[in-house]
T-cell receptor, first 111, second 118 residues
Framework: QKEVEQDPGPLSVPEGAIVSLNCTYS??????FMWYRQYSRKGPELLMY????GNKEDGRFTAQVDKSSKYISLFIRDSQPSDSATYLC???????????FGKGTRLSVIA | GAVVSQHPSWVICKSGTSVKIECRSL??????MFWYRQFPKQSLMLMAT?????????EQGVEKDKFLINHASLTLSTLTVTSAHPEDSSFYIC??????????????FGPGTRLTVT
């Protein structure tokens, strides 16, 4: 079993839809959880950063961490065509250590 | 926000030559920098972890004599691909770790360098 599992998609939704992206993990030592957005041929851009369990909201984005289930989610409300990208979940046990990435989910938001 | 730059953004070189890629944190001092490579439609694979003033720590399977990493300062790390071969063609991305105002570490990525070896 890989440390971090993420459905690669592709996921296609109409503009305005709510998008739900998820990752599961096996290492209970992970405490730092991140979501990155990566456009084609660009570096990943940090979207959300969560420490331990709980929810975090930033504009149209909400990140949830459920450590008991080893499950994290990213919700995008009112999705826009500009949200079309690959979304990568990433996590680490301590803050200053290499991130373990999911495979990334390719999202297309259709106008 | 924290900005990380990479140079060059795209490089084509001939087989057998060496290529140097620079990674700079522009508006913060990075305690640690990481180097990743990414093949098309795949996720990022960690190559090495680099702390300023010390030797890089390479992941299993990454040849340290082929991928030379120098972390000269808190704002600059370089990756040199020596004697490049076509199979080294990939997207190389660096990230820099910074302590946020919330006293948590956040990693910011550079825009990546696309290397093509002919």
């Amino acid at each position: 079993q890989k440390e971090v599992e993420q459905d690669p998609g592709p996921l296609s939704v109409p503009e305005g839809a709510i998008v739900s992206l998820n990752c599961t993990y096996s290492n209970s030592a992970f405490q730092y959880f991140m979501w990155y957005r990566q456009y084609s041929r660009k570096g990943p851009e940090l979207l959300m950063y969560t420490y331990s369990s709980g929810n975090k909201e930033d504009g149209r984005f909400t990140a949830q961490v459920d450590k008991s289930s080893k499950y994290i989610s990213l919700f995008i409300r009112d999705s826009q065509p500009s949200d079309s990208a690959t979304y990568l979940c990433a996590m680490s046990a301590t803050g200053n250590t290499p991130l373990v990435f999911g495979k990334g989910t390719r999202l297309s938001v259709i106008a | 926000g924290a900005v990380v730059s990479q140079h060059p953004s795209w490089v084509i070189c001939k087989s057998g030559t060496s290529v140097k890629i620079e990674c700079r944190s522009l508006d913060f001092q990075a305690t640690t920098m990481f180097w990743y490579r990414q093949f098309p439609k795949q996720s990022l694979m960690l190559m090495a972890t680099s702390n300023e003033g010390s030797k890089a720590t390479y992941e299993q399977g990454v040849e340290k004599d082929k991928f030379l990493i120098n972390h000269a300062s808190l704002t600059l790390s370089t990756l040199t691909v020596t004697s490049a071969h076509p199979e080294d063609s990939s997207f190389y991305i660096c990230s820099a770790s910074s302590v946020s105002s919330r006293r948590t570490y956040e990693q910011y990525f550079g825009p990546g360098t696309r290397l093509t070896v002919t």
